[in-house]
């Protein structure tokens, strides 16, 4: 263990056994468990409210977290020589929720609504809210095609994202038909990197340093869409998502419309689009029109997934009500 790591740790109460290296970071093992040492970035305002979140969860009884460890002095965060600011939270020995695998899925639904139902109970006033970024997103994809048209020469991805912007364009304004919604604490980056599978079928659910309070069926269609693009839109992934969700939380037509608009608004062609805005024209990545073509190939099967998803979650439900 080099001396700037050990000046790090003798910083906190612990009975330290063993110390290897970890992704992004140390992993330190004492007496009452394994903890991560990283390098954080996080106001110490949003970290005190991620931890108040946190300790609310645990009281609750949702358990695994990634809490974090406070040091001597009370403090969560801890800096080394060079004033570089560190925290020490739980670590969870397991593996990433695998999002091609539907027991997987299940669990994760399960567990996110297990988590939402928790969320609810904490009060919000004080934290912060999510302004929608629908306007942000939809003024930069016309930009986008704005600027590309006014080349005189066109690399592949301009051309080709020019000629697809009719093909995603049409699905923007169904987006903007927003229902009400009682604004909750959310995650805020619920997917696979962040679920931890452990032994016994439980999960960890880790890093809510992204947390907000807003509508939390974003957190639903976050990780639908993920499983989504990895499993080219096939509608029964979304349906072991939903269903084990609803065994824990019910949702309600309004919900199911919320989530179809959400869905069909061309996440990924704004992604490209922001990307590009974002990147030195002289050279563009060959990726970029790789992932260009493939978001063209995926989309078909996603408007299909959108028919299905509306037959069967809005027509079919409202003709039954």
Same mark, same amino acid.
């Given at each position: 263990?080099?001396?700037?790591?050990?000046?790090? $740790?003798?910083?906190? &109460?612990?009975?330290?056994?063993?110390? #290897?290296?970890?992704?992004?970071?140390?992993?330190?093992?004492?007496?009452?468990?394994?903890?991560?040492?990283?390098?954080? &970035?996080?106001?110490?305002?949003?970290?005190?409210?991620?931890?108040? $979140?946190?300790?609310?969860?645990?009281?609750?009884?949702?358990?695994?977290?990634?809490?974090?460890? #406070?040091?001597?002095?009370?403090?969560?965060?801890?800096?080394?020589?060079?004033?570089?600011?560190?925290?020490?939270?739980?670590?969870?020995?397991?593996?990433?929720?695998? $999002?091609?695998?539907?027991?997987?899925?299940?669990?994760?639904?399960?567990?996110?609504?297990?988590?939402?139902?928790?969320?609810?109970?904490?009060?919000?006033?004080? %934290?912060?809210?999510?302004?929608?970024?629908?306007?942000?997103?939809?003024?930069?994809?016309?930009?986008?095609?704005?600027?590309?048209?006014?080349?005189?020469?066109?690399?592949?991805?301009?051309?080709?994202?020019?000629? %697809?912007?009719?093909?995603?364009?049409?699905?923007?304004?169904?987006?903007?038909?927003?229902?009400?919604?009682?604004?909750?604490?959310?995650?805020?980056? %619920?997917?696979?990197?962040?679920?931890? *599978?452990?032994?016994?079928?439980?999960?960890?659910?880790?890093?809510?340093?992204?947390?907000?309070?807003?509508?939390?069926?974003?957190?639903?269609? %976050?990780? *639908?869409?993920? $499983?989504?693009?990895?499993?080219?839109?096939?509608?029964?992934?979304? #349906?072991?998502?939903?269903?084990?969700?609803?065994?824990?939380?019910?949702?309600?037509?309004?919900?199911?419309?919320?989530?179809?608009?959400?869905?069909?608004?061309?996440?990924?062609?704004?992604?490209?689009?922001?990307?590009? *805005?974002?990147?030195?024209?002289?050279?563009?990545?060959?990726?970029?029109?790789?992932?260009?073509? &493939?978001?063209?190939?995926?989309?078909?099967?996603?408007?299909?997934?959108?028919? &299905?998803?509306?037959?069967?979650?809005?027509?079919?439900?409202?003709?039954?009500?």
């Amino acid at each position: 263990m080099q001396e700037k790591q050990k000046e790090l $740790i003798d910083q906190y &109460d612990m009975e330290l056994l063993h110390v #290897r290296r970890g992704r992004g970071g140390l992993v330190c093992e004492d007496r009452n468990g394994l903890y991560d040492l990283q390098v954080c &970035d996080l106001s110490p305002k949003r970290l005190e409210q991620a931890f108040e $979140i946190k300790e609310q969860l645990i009281q609750q009884g949702f358990l695994y977290v990634d809490q974090y460890y #406070r040091n001597r002095e009370g403090e969560l965060l801890t800096y080394d020589r060079y004033q570089t600011p560190y925290i020490m939270k739980r670590h969870f020995e397991g593996r990433e929720c695998d $999002i091609r695998s539907k027991k997987d899925i299940q669990t994760a639904g399960e567990q996110l609504g297990i988590l939402h139902e928790f969320l609810k109970k904490i009060p919000t006033e004080g %934290y912060p809210r999510k302004k929608s970024r629908l306007d942000l997103k939809t003024k930069e994809l016309i930009r986008t095609k704005q600027y590309i048209a006014r080349k005189n020469e066109k690399k592949e991805f301009e051309m080709l994202f020019y000629q %697809y912007f009719d093909l995603f364009w049409k699905d923007v304004e169904p987006a903007y038909e927003e229902e009400p919604y009682e604004p909750s604490l959310c995650h805020g980056a %619920y997917h696979q990197h962040h679920m931890l *599978m452990l032994p016994g079928q439980r999960m960890a659910v880790i890093q809510f340093e992204h947390f907000y309070v807003g509508n939390q069926l974003e957190d639903v269609f %976050y990780l *639908m869409r993920k $499983i989504l693009e990895k499993n080219q839109y096939d509608f029964s992934y979304a #349906r072991k998502l939903l269903d084990a969700y609803e065994t824990k939380r019910r949702l309600s037509m309004a919900d199911y419309r919320s989530l179809y608009r959400m869905l069909s608004y061309p996440e990924k062609y704004w992604k490209l689009a922001n990307q590009y *805005m974002n990147h030195r024209k002289s050279f563009l990545s060959p990726k970029l029109t790789e992932k260009l073509q &493939d978001a063209v190939k995926l989309q078909e099967k996603k408007e299909k997934f959108l028919r &299905d998803f509306w037959l069967f979650y809005l027509q079919m439900k409202d003709v039954s009500l």
